[in-house]
Each structure stands twice: as C-alpha cells, then as structure tokens.
Nanobody, 127 residues
Framework: QLQLVESGGGLVRPGESLRLSCAAS????????ITWFRQAPGKEREPVSC??????????PAFAFDEGRFSVSKDNAKNTAFLQMTDLKSEDTAVYYC??????????????????WGQGTQVTVSS
C-alpha cells in the first residue's frame, strides 16, 4: 500500500522548534524524492522544500533559505523524511504536507492532484 503519513505538528510559541516527519510506506526513499508543502489559512498550498532521492535539495521561497530556520533530511533505513523548523514565526502557521510525484518519483512533486499526498499535520505558532 502506497502511503505517506506526516507527524510532529502542534501548537508552539514563536521562537520554538518542531521537527515534522513523513513516514513512507510502499515507497523506497532511495528511489523517490519527498517534497514538503504547506497551506496557510486562506492561502494556496505552496512548496517548501524537496529532498531528492539521491539526497540533493531543492528549496522554494517558503523555505526562506537566507533565514536558515528550516532544514530537510531523510533516513533511508527508516524510509522517513524530516522537516526541521526552528525559530518558528506566526506566519509559519499552516498545515504541512509531504508528497511524492505521481508519475516519476525521482522528480520533486509539483503539487498536482495525482501526486501522492499525506494527510497533513497542523503547525500553529501563537503566543
């Protein structure tokens, strides 16, 4: 069964950290890239970062690379990818999803309906 399950979200205060996990079943992360997306209230879903099957990265504007607050990684042995978020801000409040490209798992997912999606995990940053 092909399945992605996110976990690790929650309610945190500004400046705190969270590590999100994306556990993949039926996928081999040595052959598939994982893309993290987020959807804030009232906004469209946007990509955050993609960790490639070979370990390379593609970061998108939401990753805010210059701020150095986010990082992505994966554990192939556990078939799990991670999104580490530090110094969280209220604007990071969103549902976070992981996805695999629907027709070519080596590519980063583009947010298409036929991509494979997890159910999402809520991240709320509030004082």
């Amino acid at each position: 069964q092909l399945q992605l399950v996110e976990s690790g979200g929650g309610l945190v205060r500004p400046g705190e950290s969270l590590r999100l996990s994306c556990a993949a079943s039926g996928f081999n992360l040595e052959e598939n890239s994982i893309t993290w997306f987020r959807q804030a209230p009232g906004k469209e879903r946007e990509p955050v970062s993609c960790i490639g099957f070979s370990g390379g990265f593609t970061h998108y504007p939401a990753f805010a690379f210059d701020e150095g607050r986010f990082s992505v990684s994966k554990d192939n042995a556990k078939n799990t990818a991670f999104l580490q978020m530090t110094d969280l801000k209220s604007e990071d409040t969103a549902v976070y999803y992981c996805a695999i490209h629907g027709t070519d798992g080596r590519r980063c997912a583009k947010g298409a309906k036929d991509d494979y999606w997890g159910q999402g995990t809520q991240v709320t940053v509030s004082s």
